[in-house]
T-cell receptor, first 112, second 113 residues
Framework: GENVEQHPSTLSVQEGDSAVIKCTYS??????FPWYKQELGKGPQLIID?????GEKKDQRIAVTLNKTAKHFSLHITETQPEDSAVYFC???????????FGTGTSLTVIP | DSGVTQTPKHLITATGQRVTLRCSPR?????VYWYQQSLDQGLQFLIQ???????AKGNILERFSAQQFPDLHSELNLSSLELGDSALYFC????????????FGSGTRLTVV
């Protein structure tokens, strides 16, 4: 199965700064790369995803970049705000529809 | 509101008891997934159903079982409960497989005392 690692496990940034979370995976067949955000007491929410035919995708202050050669993809959050404080999970998928495993999570704290 | 409905939101029960958690997927989604999240832990995949049939199993204990009904809602049954079963249980749905992204419900917090 897929080995998924996220780094860092915790991240603190000042409000307005940028945050980057990296997800590495082992299965070279992976071609769907989503990021989920889980706020305290809530279920995870899909915030952005990318497929392997695209190198980067942006949605307002968040972006995902993909390096298929190195087998990693990253979540970028710019101009961070306190409401960005949450746990973020990646879940790379080999497009079999049978990948159910999430990364270990990154706890992001944005300090006002 | 994500469109995935889980009930109940909270459940407190004693060791040895049996409980049933319920999930209604987002309209149009055929796949339902169950996940367990213990305190400060990640998301542990339990089981997947697709259009009424079991498709995949993860680290689901033999004391746990699930099913998906013709109307696509799903139930997770937990029996002979132990203190270690206390956790958040999430249901997620997707239109087909995991490569279309999940929509999660708000979870059921189970406390076993």
């Amino acid at each position: 199965g897929e080995n998924v690692e996220q780094h860092p496990s915790t991240l603190s940034v000042q409000e307005g700064d940028s945050a980057v979370i990296k997800c590495t995976y082992s299965d070279s067949a992976s071609n769907y790369f989503p990021w989920y955000k889980q706020e305290l007491g809530k279920g995870p929410q899909l915030i952005i995803d990318i497929r392997s035919n695209v190198g980067e995708k942006k949605d307002q202050r968040i972006a995902v970049t993909l390096n298929k050669t190195a087998k990693h993809f990253s979540l970028h959050i710019t101009e961070t705000q306190p409401e960005d404080s949450a746990v973020y999970f990646c879940a790379p998928d080999p497009n079999t529809g049978n990948q159910f495993y999430f990364g270990t999570g990154t706890s992001l704290t944005v300090i006002p | 509101d994500s469109g995935v409905t889980q009930t109940p939101k909270h459940l407190i029960t004693a060791t040895g008891q049996r409980v049933t958690l319920r999930c209604s997927p987002r309209s149009g989604d055929l796949s339902v997934y169950w996940y367990q999240q213990s305190l400060d832990q990640g998301l542990q995949f339990l089981i997947q159903y697709y259009n009424g049939e079991e498709r995949a199993k993860g680290n689901i204990l033999e004391r746990f079982s699930a099913q998906q009904f013709p109307d696509l809602h799903s139930e997770l049954n937990l029996s002979s409960l132990e203190l270690g079963d206390s956790a958040l249980y999430f249901c997620a749905s997707s239109v087909a497989g995991s490569n279309y992204g999940y929509t999660f419900g708000s979870g059921t917090r189970l406390t076993v005392v």
